[in-house]
């Protein structure tokens, strides 16, 4: 089967490949020319592992293809996948359509054969329908049902979750979309990954419901930490007694400065705008979102308290280890490191860090913060040592050589990845999160 991916970014690039390596013909398509001449010389616009090993061997099977030309590479193809950004728009947070539309339209306008369009992009409830009536509009002859196909890949994680799916969601409203995508499925459903038909508006909001509500879990973890806290309890004690209900399942019940990157914080934000259209408050995810937003700053001033406080902090020094918002992306958007960072250098502390990975895009967005090449550049002379995301290159620090060259024995670990009493029996005034 002959299937084309409109967006070559992320969501696009990692099915597409999967879609190949499952034995389909895929053409992944792109406007943006740097970026598909950059694909055609093996190198990836996104750091993701073992992506550019299953491109490469695809590419080479001649099974993935590459190309700018939208009416070339959906010329056959059965399945139109539409997997281009779905940014909050500027100014109200309303998912921006723009590029959904912009090439329901180009498709329509370009389409040769019959097709299912399949919405891939994470798209608010309706938009299925908006993009049926511009295919209409188009004034195409040949048969087109739009099917939406939520994804539920976790950034860092995204081959194996493609390829090992707790679930498949499609919302169809016709045979011709349903059958089509149960082909697309086939080396999937002969693993017995279930695969879920529903209607398409009911699809759209399963993608939405799903992030607002391991959101929600992580919000809800992270409150409970800070009540630990308080009353002298293990956080991740709590997330164990509780996780081994299944009813609530043990998974997203890590603790930690709060939740960032590109999908929790955009589709809570739309989720709630959708809520407002239709006059059905989400309370819940309303609360959620404040507290996460006020969580990140909250997470510089622990860090300032372990310097002794505000008024005591400025003209020292912290070192933050890790800056994406979880690890094995380059991805920095909405990660709790820079409003971090910002509490800190607002107090006047001096800001040094190291990532793996997230460096080159953490700059521009933090200028006061001097990048480091090792996290043992970044602790030299450190008043403070900050772990903020959960890199394995933190896990082992050599802390002898940590407490030779840092100026404290100060450690916040906001990811919980040490132990509390073997850190202190190793000399340093750890605190982290949720545990005393
Ligand atoms: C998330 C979902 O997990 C995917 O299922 C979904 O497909 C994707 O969004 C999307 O909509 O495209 P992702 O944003 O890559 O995936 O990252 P997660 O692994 O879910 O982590 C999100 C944030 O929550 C990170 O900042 C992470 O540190 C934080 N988190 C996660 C916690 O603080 N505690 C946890 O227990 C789990």
Redesign the pocket.
């Known amino acids: 089967m002959k299937i084309a991916m409109v967006g070559s970014g992320y969501?696009g690039l990692v099915s597409g490949a999967c879609f190949a390596d499952f034995g389909h013909d895929v053409v992944c398509i792109d406007k943006d020319q740097s970026k598909i001449d950059r694909l055609h010389e093996g190198v990836m616009p996104i750091y993701e592992p073992g992506l550019d090993k299953l491109v490469e061997s695809n590419v080479a099977a001649g099974r993935l293809s590459f190309t700018t030309d939208l009416a070339e590479g959906i010329k056959d193809a059965s399945a139109i996948f539409i997997a281009v950004g779905t940014p909050s728009r500027r100014g109200d947070g309303h998912a921006d359509l723009t590029f959904v539309y912009q090439v329901a339209k180009e498709v329509g306008e370009s389409l040769s054969n019959d097709a299912v369009v399949v919405t891939k992009s994470?798209v608010p409830v309706g938009t299925g329908d908006e993009v049926e009536r511009i295919l209409a509009d188009s004034g195409t002859s040949h048969k087109v049902s739009v099917v939406s196909n939520p994804?539920?890949?976790?950034?860092?994680a995204a081959i194996g979750?493609f390829k090992r799916p707790d679930r498949i969601v499609i919302g169809a409203e016709d045979d011709f979309g349903r059958d089509v995508m149960r082909e697309v499925y086939r080396p999937l459903f002969l693993n017995e990954s279930p695969i879920l038909f529903v209607n398409r508006r009911t699809s759209e909001l399963i993608?939405y419901a799903?992030?607002a509500f391991?959101a929600t879990k992580?919000t809800f973890?992270n409150e409970m930490a800070d009540l630990c806290e308080r009353v002298g309890a293990n956080v991740q004690d709590v997330s164990r007694g509780i996780g081994m209900d299944n009813r609530i399942g043990s998974?997203?019940?890590?603790?930690?400065p709060?939740?960032?990157?590109?999908?929790?914080p955009k589709?809570t934000l739309a989720l709630l705008k959708t809520s407002e259209d239709y006059d059905s408050p989400t309370r819940i995810v309303e609360a959620v979102v404040k507290v996460n937003d006020t969580r990140k700053r909250a997470m510089g001033r622990k860090v300032l308290d372990a310097l002794g406080g505000a008024d005591n902090a400025r003209g020292k020094k912290a070192a933050l280890l890790g800056l994406t918002?979880?690890p094995n992306t380059d991805d920095m958007r909405d990660s709790p490191a820079i409003a971090i960072a910002q509490t800190l250098t607002d107090a006047g502390v001096e800001v040094a860090a190291y990532d793996p990975e997230g460096m080159e895009i953490a700059a521009p967005l933090m200028p006061e913060v001097k990048m480091c090449s090792d996290p043992y550049e970044a602790i030299n002379d450190a008043d403070a040592v900050a772990i903020v995301t959960e890199w394995d290159a933190f896990r082992a620090l050599d802390l002898n050589r940590v407490k030779e060259i840092a100026k404290g024995h100060i450690m916040v670990d906001l990811r919980n990845i040490y132990n509390p009493d073997d850190m202190r029996d190793a000399g340093f005034e750890y605190s982290s999160i949720g545990r005393v």
């Open positions: 969501v994470t994804e539920f890949l976790r950034e860092g979750d993608k799903a992030n391991l992580i973890i998974k997203f019940l890590h603790a930690g709060g939740y960032g990157g590109s999908c929790f589709d918002f979880k």
